[in-house]
């Protein structure tokens, strides 16, 4: 074969198809040849070269590269063949290591779907255990991870490619998985939305909430921010219904107040975005911290949350690094709210919350029925704004969002607070008022019905039956004579000396419970402790501000409590006046003449303004209720003084620390219009006991029968006068004088005194009795005007006993008032009578009996003042003593002088020691200037003639001289009030 190689085949062939057709020795062998041929050559080339020197140039160029072609050969020969000692070599190992690496390959790709299978069936307990601890971002991240699960293992398409099915059919359950995983989406959101309605929900759980709806739904921090917005009005009206769940108003209350405070707080830690290098060093914008951290580029895979608990598995290191680094995206980009929105969302949220709980918590508040309840809620939303503005400042806040601070309790609940405290007290005063008026009205239909044997209408009838009747009460309890007490503690006798009734006292008290009761529960509202007001001033400086002061609505509630009391007692004077007018009615419609016809009418009338001045002596509470702080600020004075300067001494004092009454403050004004009702009741018994005894003694007086003579005439006094004749001489006479008044002006001043007596007339104001006395006076000169009218002419005896009469009636009746001008013309009135009566008299006869007769006359009314008691002069008592030597000694027992009037005892001797430094009261008694009595001893004679006024006696000596002054002031302050 190598015989038959040609070298031109052999210089085309190819070295390596060389030595793939020929054996080593066939290729040696051809060297051989090639190397000959070489020689050949060269040889040749010499003959060439030698025959052409520039052809052997050329030669030599092409023989040496020919040289360098035949080394390359020879090296490229060599590496073949080391090349195919290498492939023998090496083909059995590769062979098996690509058999390796395929199973390889195929294995791992076996083990990174079952581990994202089993990663997928572990999700839906990993994702509950998620959401019942509330990490709604970590539910919501691995629930985004299942779905990038099943969209790696592509079996979430509607035709999945064939290896998918090949899966599903290998793993049935996964076609399953995927449909109970879904459902955890609506789960995740619905707890997201719950979170947001939470009153007590966190700032990072909140934030969290908000960051799993943008991630589950796609949407924008903006729509986050209005649905964040929604969710806790709607919080704040389920909180504002009481009936949708449990627990105490004060609890509810509490509540929406907290709500509302970590709303703000939330809206500015959440959605807030400060500028650049501001309030650092609050945490803000917290959404969009949120969202960074947990999606784009930087954040953390979600992966993370398992790996702590799948580090030690088996099947984690199979996990693959597209389901190991899978991180969220957001479709739409994340913009912050912006702070014009910001503001004008969160200020138009605060307007309609202010509008739901004015509305929701004034519902709630409507089961609150009393102050206390109200002071419960305030204390208790003071306590906790107290709490939370111990952290973030809550002013800063506010202006970060709102550009305003937000008053909670002024703008949210104090409006609702103080109309229910005025709804309450205006609820308490009316049933109070009822109840007085109900009280009233059937203690009036008791009066009206005869035969009532029941103790305390008898009393009503009766008054002074019911005053001198001793009963075990009437002595007031110790304490009660240094300490300012009224009603039982003072005692039956206090109120005996007042004349208030069983039935007054009682009905006084009920009223005055209720007030206390309310006045007590108003107290809970505005009493302020020392403590308590530093601190609600802020003038503690170991306490930081307080959230709102407590007690800034004292005035108001105070106020508030003024008017429920007064239109709660104006209400019971509207009944009062009514039945007044109605009364007066039923007294001008009378026809018969008498006391008993008209007695219960009467008794109403006198029930009703003892009732009226009941209210303002024995109810302490309406006048505290009425007068307010300044009462309460007194009275602690005077308890302060009291405790201080010891019991008698303390009492002393308390009177100037008391504040003075003002008549044109509310209480002031209420308590004159009390007395003024009172009088329109005592006016009416007045005018109708004046009347009835001024028409009996006018019948009385016209009645000139025999019979009716006899019945008024009384036992002349016969005495002995001396007078002397023209000759001289002196002659004894015997003559006889009136020495009493007629029996029918005894029975009228009899009756008018048991008729003021009967009425409690110890207790009825100066102006009563003044009036009564003056209206009978009045109209019995009118009596006697009409009786001289008639009768033309009188016989001496009738004119002697009518002059006696007369001047008796206006000793014992007439009395300086303060109308001077009425005490004048009544005066001369008298005068003017005295002056027509004694033209039936012989005036030489009335020369002669007129100084017996005025004798006699000041007997009988020093003697008959005392009897009638308060119905003689009412302003002061007439002179008690006589001059010395003008009677005898038999008399001198009786002459007692007595004191200025005093409206319990008025009849209570004193010494007759005169201060003169003060003027000395005197009782002018009209005397007409012309008859002037000669018998009469000098001073007499000249005191009556220059000033009509009686002279006062100095008593003798006597044991009341020698005592002193007597001190009633206790006694006597007894009733002043009435004065």
Known sequence: MAAEMKPEHIAAMDTNILFQKYTINEVKDTEKRVRSDIERKKEDLRQMVGERYRDLIEAADTIRQMKNSANNVGQAVSSMDKYCQQLQKNKKNHARENMEAAKKKEHDAFYSIAAEIKLLLDMPERIWSSLEADELLSASRLYLLSHHIMSSLHLDSPSPPPSAQSLLAFFPILSRQWSYISHFKVAILQNARNMLKKPDATEKATAEALCSIVLLEDTSPRQVFTEYLLAKTNTIQQLCHPGQQGGSIKAHVCGVVQLIVSTVRQMHAVFYSPEAGSFKEQACDQLLTTLHSVSGDGAASVYSLLEPELRNRPFAKHIPSSIAEFCPSLKTLANPVSQEHLQASCQQWITTCVETIHRGVGELLGYVSTIKGLVSIRDAVWDMLAQDEAGTEWGEVCQHILHREVQVWEEFLRPILLNRSQVIIESQCSITAELSLQLVTNTLQELGQKNSTERTLMSEHDVAGYVWTEMSSDMPSRSSWFHNKTGEEMGGLAMKAKA????????????????????????????????????????????????????????????????????????????????????????????????????????????????????????????????????????????????????????????????????????????????????????????????????????????????????????????????????????????????????????????????????GGHALSRSIIHEVVQQTCAGVLTAYEALLQDSATLPQARALQLVFDLRYITNMLSARGPDSQAYR??????????????????????????????????????????????????????????????????????????????????????????????????????????????????????DVEESGRLPRAASPSSLYSRIGAFSTGWLSNIGQGNK
Request: charged letters at 20%.
């Open 500 to 759: 208030f009734t069983p039935r007054v006292q009682s009905l006084c008290k009920k009223m005055d419970n209720k007030l206390e009761s309310l006045l007590e529960d108003v107290s809970q509202y505005t009493s302020v402790t020392r403590h308590q007001q530093d601190i609600s001033a802020g003038g503690d400086s170991s306490t930081d501000s307080p959230p709102f002061d407590k007690f800034a609505d004292n005035v108001h509630l105070e106020k508030y409590l003024q008017n429920g009391c007064a239109s709660c007692v104006t209400k019971l004077l509207e009944c009062v006046s009514a039945e007044l007018k109605s009364a007066r009615e039923v007294l001008l419609n009378k026809t018969a003449v008498g006391i008993s016809d008209s007695s219960s009418t009467i008794d109403k009338a006198l029930f009703l303004a003892r009732l009226c001045f009941g209210l303002v002596e024995i109810c302490p509470n309406l006048q505290l209720c009425m007068m307010g702080k300044q009462l309460k600020d007194g009275a602690q004075d005077s308890a302060r003084v009291l405790h201080k300067q010891g019991s008698w001494r303390g009492v002393s004092k308390m009177q100037g620390t008391m504040p003075p009454l003002d008549e044109n403050s509310p209480w002031g004004k209420l308590r004159s219009q009390l007395f003024a009702t009172a009088d329109i009741g005592h006016r009416l018994w007045a005018e109708h006991t004046s009347g009835w005894l001024v028409d009996q003694f006018s019948s009385a007086l016209r009645d000139s029968s025999p019979a009716a003579l006899l019945m008024s005439a009384t036992n002349w006094e016969e005495m002995e006068i001396q007078e002397e004749t023209e000759a001289g001489k002196s002659v004894q006479s015997k003559i006889r004088l009136p020495a009493q008044a007629s029996w029918y002006v005894q029975s009228m001043l009899f009756l008018l005194c048991r008729e003021v007596n009967r009425v």
């Open 825 to 942: 013309a009544q005066a001369d009135r008298v005068m003017r009578l005295l002056e027509k009566i004694e033209t039936h008299i012989d005036p030489f006869d009335l020369d002669v009996f007129t100084p017996h007769l005025s004798k006699a006359l000041d007997r009988l009314t020093q003697r008959c003042s005392v009897m009638l008691g308060v119905t003689t002069s009412p302003d002061r008592h007439l002179a008690a003593g006589r001059p010395p030597g003008s009677t005898g000694q038999q008399e001198q027992h009786n002459v007692l002088p007595l004191p200025p009037p005093i409206p319990r005892f008025s009849l209570l001797p004193i010494n007759t020691r005169t201060d003169f430094s003060r003027p000395r009261q005197s009782i002018q008694v009209p005397v007409p200037k012309v008859q002037v009595l000669p018998s009469l001893s000098s001073s007499v004679s000249r």
